[in-house]
């Protein structure tokens, strides 16, 4: 039982990590140099609960931004880590 538990919270993850990948890469194409911000915009607004894109949550954006600036070389870091480094 703890098995088939576990089994099933690996394959949600892995499915989570491949549709981050497949919008990092849409919005690369679609967006180019912007992607990162407007994944970052979408998480903003999905967190406000502005728009419902897709139906993906804040941290799926979040994710999907990761990706992004991992892919472009883009350092990535939250906003505490920002401030603390000024």
Known sequence: ???GILKDILERRRRNVVLAEADAADLMR???D???DQA???ARESDQRITLDA???PEH???VGAIIA??????FQDTATKYLEQ
């Open 1 to 3: 039982m703890l098995i």
């Open 30 to 32: 679609g967006f180019g």
């Open 34 to 36: 912007s992607a990162y």
């Open 40 to 42: 970052r915009t979408r």
């Open 55 to 57: 139906n993906r949550p």
């Open 61 to 63: 954006w979040r994710r």
């Open 70 to 75: 991992k892919r472009t070389g883009r350092k």
